[in-house]
T-cell receptor
Framework: SQQGEEDPQALSIQEGENATMNCSYK?????LQWYRQNSGRGLVHLIL?????REKHSGRLRVTLDTSKKSSSLLITASRAADTASYFC??????????FGQGTRLTINP | DTGVSQDPRHKITKRGQNVTFRCDPI?????LYWYRQTLGQGPEFLTY????????KSRLLSDRFSAERPKGSFSTLEIQRTEQGDSAMYLC??????????FGPGTRLTVL
């Protein structure tokens, strides 16, 4: 079963705009991670936020975590065509494995 | 390139045949994970190793599936008597302890 649910399932925006994706999960977590996957390729780790953190930045990425609402968001600012990919949140529930959501398919239009 | 490699990248086989995939993790990583991903879905956990010990297996891993990590370095995942439902991307990841998991490029299996 999948713990996380991403919203929206698909997002299409113009280059230069900001993209926001949301993730909700069901159980308590140690940390939450975001991954990117280009079509037919492996996953690339973007950012990890621990359960005691509320916000984290990495370059054009901003991640927030609200453990009371069991939700997280990923913001990509000043989007580029190369950001076109699927984005997954994955929760570490302390069971030595990651539980992934279904992902958000992001399309950046030139 | 994350440093995790998988071989082969693509495998087409006929139903009923056996297939084996290999994963080479980042050299100093003691944990190795296998996931399966079907089209339009997120990866689902199959099994993981700490060094050479297989410590957890998902219920998704039927008795037709077996994984090994004989010397605590590379790992193999074998599927016996393949079925069309086994068609998926098989992803390997490694980590140092419980830290960030780094994924390989995956092996795409197509069962005809």
């Amino acid at each position: 079963s999948q713990q996380g649910e991403e919203d929206p399932q698909a997002l299409s925006i113009q280059e230069g705009e900001n993209a926001t994706m949301n993730c909700s999960y069901k159980t308590s977590i140690n940390n939450l991670q975001w991954y990117r996957q280009n079509s037919g390729r492996g996953l690339v780790h973007l950012i990890l936020i621990r359960s005691n953190e509320r916000e984290k930045h990495s370059g054009r990425l901003r991640v927030t975590l609200d453990t009371s609402k069991k939700s997280s968001s990923l913001l990509i600012t000043a989007s580029r065509a190369a950001d076109t990919a699927s984005y997954f949140c994955a929760t570490d529930v302390g069971a030595q494995k990651l539980v992934f959501g279904q992902g958000t398919r992001l399309t950046i239009n030139p | 390139d994350t440093g995790v490699s998988q071989d082969p990248r693509h495998k087409i086989t006929k139903r009923g045949q056996n297939v084996t995939f290999r994963c080479d993790p980042i050299s100093e990583h003691n944990r190795l994970y296998w996931y399966r991903q079907t089209l339009g879905q997120g990866p689902e956990f199959l099994t993981y190793f700490q060094n050479e010990a297989q410590l957890e297996k998902s219920r998704l891993l039927s008795d037709r599936f077996s994984a090994e990590r004989p010397k605590g370095s590379f790992s193999t995942l074998e599927i016996q008597r393949t079925e069309q439902g086994d068609s998926a991307m098989y992803l390997c990841a490694s980590s140092l302890g419980g830290n960030t998991q780094y994924f390989g490029p995956g092996t795409r299996l197509t069962v005809l």
